[in-house]
């Protein structure tokens, strides 16, 4: 059975920081890229970052310079450290799991940055 469940969610103030965890079970989770996308009320769900199998890594423009992605494979966990938070970051986070056309999506934690 595949999970994948994110936590560090929470609130925060404006500029301040938070770091989600995503811990995978049921995969080898090497061999998988791993995303963070996030859904606000009322909007579609967005990519916010990714880190590939390999360790690379990519960034949503509105992201770059603030959000961190990394991962510890031999905790099969993917962070998302995330720096300098404003009011329009607050959403629910999920993590998810690509392989080919395999795909797992975790429950979402709530971020919520206050002004």
């Known amino acids: 059975q595949v999970q994948l469940v994110e936590s560090g969610g929470g609130s925060v103030q404006t500029g301040g920081s938070l770091r989600l965890s995503c811990a995978a079970s049921?995969?080898?989770?090497?061999?998988?890229?791993i995303t963070w996308h996030r859904q606000a009320p009322g909007k579609q769900r967005e990519l916010v970052a990714v880190?590939?199998?390999?360790?690379?890594?990519n960034y949503a423009d509105f992201v770059k310079g603030r959000f961190t992605i990394s991962r510890d494979n031999a905790k099969n966990t993917v962070y998302l450290q995330m720096n300098s938070l404003k009011p329009e970051d607050t959403a629910v986070y999920y993590c998810?799991?690509?392989?080919?056309?395999?795909?797992?999506w975790g429950q979402g934690t709530q971020v919520t940055v206050s002004s």
């Open positions: 049921g995969i080898i989770f090497s061999r998988y890229h």
């Open positions: 880190i590939y199998s390999g360790g690379n890594t």
């Open positions: 998810n799991a690509v392989l080919a056309n395999t795909n797992y």
